[in-house]
């Protein structure tokens, strides 16, 4: 069982940045592909970043492209969301999720993952 800890979330004005933390805990995090995924009221939830074991290969949501970055310190069994040029169109529950092995294969979709986090609100205002 892995459980997953957001944080970070907040209010902020358009042109904003902020930086999500997920901590992770129960399972080995280096064995662990994490994802990063949203949902606004009234809208499905969608993908927003992931990235691979070692950190070299990332994924974006072509949103978020330029503007979100996803990393991890597997020493510290963290992923993080750095968010910058945040609009209002960004307001969300905010979910970082987990995919253990044997992995899933699009990092982009829901149900690749198995574990997820309770979610962080961020709101920007305009």
């Known amino acids: 069982q892995v459980q997953l800890v957001e944080s970070g979330g907040g209010l902020v004005q358009a042109g904003g940045s902020l930086r999500l933390s997920c901590a992770a805990s129960g399972r080995t995090f280096s064995t662990l592909r994490m994802g990063w995924f949203r949902q606004a009221p009234g809208k499905e939830r969608e993908f927003v970043a992931a990235i691979t074991l070692n950190g070299v290969g990332t994924y974006y949501a072509d949103s978020v492209k330029g503007r979100f970055t996803i990393s991890r310190d597997n020493a510290k069994n963290t992923v993080y969301l750095q968010m910058h040029s945040l609009t209002p169109e960004d307001t969300a529950v905010y979910y970082c999720?987990?995919?253990?092995?044997?992995?899933?294969?699009?990092?982009?979709?829901?149900?690749?993952?198995?574990?997820w986090g309770q979610g962080t609100q961020v709101t920007v205002s305009s």
């Open positions: 999720a987990a995919d253990p092995p044997p992995y899933g294969l699009a990092p982009q979709g829901p149900s690749t993952y198995n574990y």
